[in-house]
């Protein structure tokens, strides 16, 4: 990945350490396996190269990162991330004139991430400390991407990896089985009712290759959501030549077995257990129900923050100080409305535009705001209208996981991990906070078209821009030379707390 990504740096002439990776790539896919390291904290930028990172980003400017230093700033383009697999190279001469239409890098970008994300096999499910595969292994569920109006292309593949396996007996192969919950709860929560039934048989073959199975379930032809209705895998060594629809009942033929946690969780006002919780994240969230909106709060805080980035990156290009025509500043402004609406909601817009502004982003989506902007009013009374940002509701159910009692140890420190992440977005001093607070100012700024081609109105915007990129992707710590998360981590972490432990321990009865 590094080296299609150095090629591509290099057709582009942008500085390899330099190349904004901005992704339109709606959800992960399979990568290849790859080698677990042995600590999760000592991450950096020059040791692991599945974070990306980026640096101040301003207009007409390359930023290189110096080792344990402060960023460099030399002319350049209009800004800039950091592959943390590609060490740093030499700033390079400015363009003799502004590229005339920058937002070119930021398609090229998308591709680039998505190759070193996918080339760097989903590390962060790998990089937790004692995240070493048992005996038996690991499963997990995977989203195609291929996304439809529920929750289709999400959590709809199923990727399964054991080690140490013995191929079965003659005229045996071993059956990969996904089953329902050990005690299904009330439903009262869907939008739809569940789109599978299990048990699904997930393959009746399962390839063994020198003792390791390396296997992708590919879903159905709808891509339905799996993990809606399922929460426990079993693999049993059968007769290769059965038909059957549901695992045996000789409890004989029972091999490996794991299940998510579904133990009640102490204090939780709602009952619920962990995998409600993750359920509400990956599927279906029940404060959202009256909305009609579906797929979970993950992929609307991951594709919302996405279109944040879009937006402002557009009203930057857009600006040229004070040659900045009339029209254009007529989009600049518009884009500020756009990034309000999906920040601020547009049950709670009115809180920093005025009601008689139309709204110009998705209105479907835009109903349930990325931040809590109105405490008073996205407060329990009104969580069925109004609930809280899409941020700080991730953190409830989130640190609801966290506090379960079944969880494993990698699990609870990945909930944790995500916690920290989320943090960085909201809060006083979160990303998307301060790209509110800036939207907010330029949107005030833009009544005034004098003022807006200040360049008071270019450091908001650069800053913006700035501020948009870190929550998407994430920011490199130059202190500690290491990577504080943003959403695209976040939706790969989010994914994997439903993994699967397989042991051969399979319980007395289904």
Request: net charge negative; no cysteine; charged share 15%.
């Amino acid at each position: 990945a590094s080296e299609m990504t150095a090629a591509l740096a290099q057709a582009l002439k942008v500085p390899v350490a330099e190349v904004l990776l901005s992704s339109h790539t709606p959800l992960p896919t399979v990568p290849p396996p790859v080698q677990v390291p042995t600590a999760y904290n000592s991450l950096s930028a020059t040791t692991q190269d599945t974070y990306i990172v980026s640096p101040t980003l301003t207009r007409n400017s390359a930023v290189q990162i110096a080792s344990g230093g402060a960023p460099t700033v030399q002319p350049q383009i209009p800004s800039g991330t950091v592959a943390a697999s590609v060490p740093p190279v030499p700033p390079v001469p400015p363009p003799a004139s502004r590229p005339s239409r920058r937002r070119t890098f930021y398609i090229i970008g998308a591709v680039l991430l998505l190759v070193v994300l996918l080339s760097a096999g989903l590390v962060s499910f790998f990089v937790l400390p004692g995240l070493r595969p048992s005996p038996s292994g690991h499963a997990f569920y995977v989203s195609s991407g291929q996304l439809g109006d529920g929750a289709q292309g999400i959590a709809d593949q199923m990727q399964i990896d054991l080690q140490n396996i013995p191929a079965p007996q003659a005229g045996k192969s071993y059956h990969a089985w996904l089953l329902g919950d050990q005690d299904p709860k009330r439903g009262d929560d869907l939008l739809v009712p569940r789109p599978v039934k299990p048990p699904i048989l997930l393959s009746k073959n399962l390839p063994v290759s020198n003792g390791t199975v390396h296997f992708l379930y590919s879903g159905d032809s709808e891509h339905n959501n799996i993990l809606s209705n399922t929460s426990r895998l079993l693999i049993t060594e059968e007769d290769a030549t059965s038909t059957g629809n549901a695992p045996s009942s000789n409890h004989a033929t029972w091999r490996y077995f794991a299940l998510l946690p579904q133990a009640p969780i102490p204090g939780d006002a709602a009952g619920f257990n962990a995998l409600i919780h993750i359920r509400h994240l990956f599927y279906n969230e029940t404060d959202i129900k009256v909305l009609g909106l579906y797929g979970g709060l993950d992929i609307y805080v991951f594709r919302n923050t996405e279109k944040i980035l879009e937006w402002a990156v557009s009203a930057r290009d857009d600006w040229h100080g004070d040659t900045t025509s009339d029209a254009q500043l007529a989009l600049i402004r518009n884009q500020f409305i756009r990034v309000l609406d999906y920040l601020d909601g547009t049950l709670n817009r009115h809180v920093d535009i005025p009601n008689s502004v139309p709204f110009l982003a998705d209105t479907q989506i835009a109903r349930v705001s990325l931040l809590t902007v109105d405490p008073a009013k996205q407060s329990p009374p009104y969580f069925s209208q109004n609930p809280p940002g899409d941020v700080d509701h991730m953190q409830l159910h989130v640190g609801q996981v966290a506090k379960a009692t079944d969880l494993t140890p990698e699990m609870r420190q990945r909930a944790q991990h995500i916690l920290t992440a989320l943090s960085n977005l909201g809060g006083k001093n979160g990303w998307l906070t301060n790209v509110h607070n800036d939207a907010v100012q330029l949107f005030n700024m833009s009544e005034n078209a004098v003022q807006l081609r200040q360049p008071a109105a270019g450091a908001l915007l650069d800053d913006m821009v700035t501020k948009a990129t870190y929550a998407y992707i994430g920011k490199l710590d130059p202190t500690t030379n290491t990577v504080q998360p943003g959403v695209t981590q976040i939706h790969y972490d989010v994914q994997h707390l439903a993994t699967f432990t397989l042991t051969t321990k399979v319980p007395d009865h289904l």
